[in-house]
């Protein structure tokens, strides 16, 4: 999404009969599909805040078994996010904690399509954006900032039980304000930002691609803070892998079953897997800033022998998926870079 203009419709259906929907930018590039999990019919449940013991690498426990809302295909994101070239790899300057505010033009806020009537979005404590340089409120608005993209990406948003604003200072100091009604549907949207390999360079290739992040909640609702990454393609591109790492989690469980245990860098994950070869790395105890090797996440995979030797990145995403809030809310985001190595 290099704009958040002139967008046409693309159909793609996906194993099992399931219709993805997305979008070609203007002026051509990749499909626009953007969300997390969006691949995976799988489910969400609410459940006690996150943050319990690792689970055991020898002894997986047994699949959790409960009522569950429907975890809806993803439009697009990319399943989750979005996409769009970027032209230049980031910089450690280019993506500051606290930058000033974007040279990009203001551009007003989009009318969003008023199918019936929506809750207002709050106006919400920005964190360290203060003055934004880039506001929407439109479904798939988004923004090219630096060698990024900000994307509000409301891919689920359907049954006017929903209103979502995304502001923007640069694509490491941004904030999304949303009033999200719990009506049992899953994840509704995934604000995010993200950043595009022109390249698509192999994993085995990478000695390291650092990301920061860091970012700030509220303690209710449910949805969770995450990287939506995508190997060998984007969502409805045939072939595409998703590897999502959840830093925060209030009350979501990821799409498949438990099936291991993993450590970097002295945290511990439970690892999901599920349908169409979507993995999640769930932190087991929540963390709200920090910096990631990517890298090794990858290649635990593929010694795993869930992804193949020959597996390329495409794009990194880190934003939140959002199920529900408790009225009005503000998420806001003060850092995100990501430094190939």
């Not at 999404?1 to 979008?23: C, K, N, P, Q």
């Not at 085995?204 to 509220?218: E, G, I, R």
């Not at 450590?263 to 897997?273: A, I």
């Not at 599920?274 to 929540?286: E, I, K, P, W």
Request: proline share 7%; glycine share 10%; with cysteine.
């Amino acid at each position: 999404m290099r704009r958040s203009s002139a967008a046409l419709l693309a159909f793609t259906t996906l194993a099992g009969g399931v219709a993805a929907i997305g979008f070609l930018d203007a002026g051509g590039g990749h499909p626009a599909f953007t969300g997390a999990d969006e691949l995976n019919a799988k489910a969400v449940v609410s459940l006690p805040r996150a943050g319990t013991a690792a689970l055991a690498a020898t002894a997986l426990p047994v699949p959790i078994v409960s009522p569950v809302q429907a975890y809806l295909p993803r439009h697009a994101r990319s399943s989750g996010s979005a996409t769009s070239s970027k032209r230049a790899r980031p910089s450690a300057s280019t993506v500051a904690a606290s930058p000033s505010p974007s040279t990009v033009a203001a551009s007003p806020s989009p009318t969003r399509p008023a199918a019936s009537p929506t809750p207002s979005a709050p106006a919400g404590n920005s964190g360290t954006c203060t003055n934004p340089s880039f506001t929407t409120s439109a479904n798939f608005g988004s923004e090219n900032l630096g060698a990024y993209t900000v994307a509000n990406n409301m891919w689920n948003a359907g049954g006017g039980s929903i209103a979502q604003t995304l502001s923007a200072c640069s694509a490491s100091s941004w904030f999304v304000n949303a009033t999200v009604a719990n009506d049992g549907g899953g994840v509704k949207t995934y604000p995010n930002s993200h950043y595009m390999f022109d390249n698509s360079p192999k994993v085995s290739s990478l000695n390291s691609v650092t990301s920061t992040f860091a970012q700030s909640s509220p303690n209710s609702g449910t949805f969770e803070d995450a990287y939506d990454i995508w190997l060998n393609g984007l969502a409805g591109s045939g072939g595409a892998d998703e590897v999502m790492i959840w830093t925060e989690n209030h009350g979501q469980i990821p799409g498949g079953s438990p099936m291991a245990s993993a450590t970097f860098d002295g945290q511990s994950y439970t690892v999901w897997r599920g349908n169409n070869n979507l993995v999640s790395f769930v932190a087991d105890s929540n963390v709200t800033s920090g910096t990631l090797n990517l890298v090794p996440f990858l290649q635990w995979l593929i010694n795993k022998g869930w992804e193949s030797a020959n597996s390329t990145l495409l794009q990194v995403d880190y934003g939140v998926e959002l199920v529900s809030t408790n009225g009005p809310e503000t998420f806001s985001f003060s850092d995100f870079s990501v430094n190939p190595g």
